[in-house]
Structure formats: C-alpha cells, structure tokens
C-alpha cells in the first residue's frame, strides 16, 4: 500500500491533493470521511477549515465526487483509463465550486468566490492543484497500478516512470502474478495435444 517516501521532495501543494485522494484506502476499504463531521475534521486539522464552516451530508457528497474524480485523473496520469462517470461527477461537483483569481506581486491564487462554507472548505483543494499545475508537479501525482491498491503517491523519480505506490508491496505482487501467469501458459501449451498434419 504505501511505501516510505522522503517527504522533502513532495511539494506540499502535491501533497495535499494526495492526502486528500488516500482518505479512502481502497484495498482495505478504510474510509476517513465517512460523516460531515469527519470531513470537516481532515480540513480542520490541516488549518483549512475556516472559521464557523459548518459542513452537512451534501458537501460530503460532493467532497466524496471531488476525491474520486481526482483518483481518475491520477490514475490518468499512471497511464490507465479514467472512469468516465466519476470525471462527469467531478466536473459537476467543479462547477458548483465557484472560484476567483487572486493577483498578487508573489502570484496567483484561486479564492472562493462566495461565502458558501463548501465552496470555503474546498477552495484549498482547487487552489492546490492549480499550483501543482504551475509547478509542472501535477502529473507527477499518481496512482497505484494495481488494481486492487489504487493509492495515491507523488512519483518523484527523474523520469516519472513509477507505477507502483511501493516496488516492495504492490509492484513485487503484480510482477509475480505476471510471472506466474506466464508459467501456467506455457505448462498449458506445452502439454496441449498436438494435431498432425494431414497425410
């Protein structure tokens, strides 16, 4: 599932988007917002819930499609097939989240653009990936290939090849279902009868 990473190199803005993406674990299918309250306590003790945001069961809902439809794009960005039903929840959840731009001498940054305590709560998310855009860090966010694992990771390696959240974990048990499946092929050619060719 998760393999010990040097925290220095992973930007924080690429890593709040991770975090957010790992509170399902889908492989042990552990959930860490499973209630508004649990929802308002992940951005609470980062310091991004503002002051009086009250969340309900809606915007958990639509923090659940926001964390989803960022897995698809990470997963994307690993090289597979995005779910095309959780990218249309997500642009849909997005489009209830309006934003606005902030310009600043040090830079830009997305703001809420009403006081909507959703669109409040989730605007560090969509701010955070706006600048893991500008520091080419984006694709860089990924999922695990395997199927059954699809944890979020930062792959930090230099030319952005990494498929697995752990080589150890994940990557070892692939590449042995791999192997063991190519055995069993050519134990299974090989006693297949042969047919002789016509006389």
Known sequence: MTESVDESVVPAAAGLVRDFVNTHEPQVAAE???SPQEL??????????PPGNRLGSSDLAAALALREGLRQILLGHAGHDSDAGSLAALDATLAELPMRLLVTAEGLRLLPANDV?????FASIID??????KD?????????????????FYDASRNQTRRWCSMAGCG???????AYATRRDRALSSTAPRTQPPT
């Open 40 to 49: 308002e306590a992940w951005f609470d003790a980062r310091g991004l819930l």
């Open 117 to 121: 305590p959703r669109v409040r709560t």
């Open 172 to 178: 070892n048990h692939v590449k042995m279902r791999r």
């Open 128 to 133: 955070a990936i706006r600048e893991c855009e």
């Open 136 to 152: 080419r860090t984006w694709t860089r966010l990924k999922v695990c290939a395997r199927d059954t694992c699809r944890w979020a």
């Open 32 to 34: 860490a917002l499973s």
